[in-house]
């Protein structure tokens, strides 16, 4: 029961792309993630995802349409929609997903990350 601090965690770590875990409730991860470029076209059949910017914003893109998500809002991509998170400079998230979620859902990919860090 410790109070997690936001800047001194992601202090911890510089990659892009590698969430790292900060908490556990109900079968949820609660992750950090520092983004940066491009990432990969996926989707996730059984999980919801949601994204909450700390620091920065970044582009959701979808299919059909693009959403801009700035500091301090978050944005929740349901399972089963293809998207693909790009962020044009370093921005700093928290995201809120089950345990079970792959940061790239479907597709496979030296992106793909299994095993992730406990910070």
Do not use: C
């Not at 059984?46 to 910017?53: P, R, S």
């Not at 959701?60 to 400079?89: C, Q, W």
């Amino acid at each position: 029961m410790e109070k997690v601090n936001l800047n001194q965690k992601f202090s911890l770590f510089s990659e892009h792309w590698s969430p790292k875990i900060v908490g556990e409730l109900n079968g949820q991860h609660v992750k950090l993630a520092k983004l940066k470029g491009e990432f990969v076209w996926h989707k996730h059949e059984k999980e919801d995802e949601l994204f909450f910017v700390v620091k920065g914003s970044f582009k959701m893109e979808y299919r059909d349409r693009t959403v801009v998500v700035n500091e301090n809002e978050f944005l929740i991509v349901p399972k089963g929609v293809e998207h693909k998170p790009v962020a044009e400079e370093e921005v700093w998230v928290m995201l809120f997903e089950p345990a079970s979620t792959l940061n790239t859902g479907d597709t496979e990919s030296e992106m793909t990350k299994k095993d992730l860090d406990y910070l």
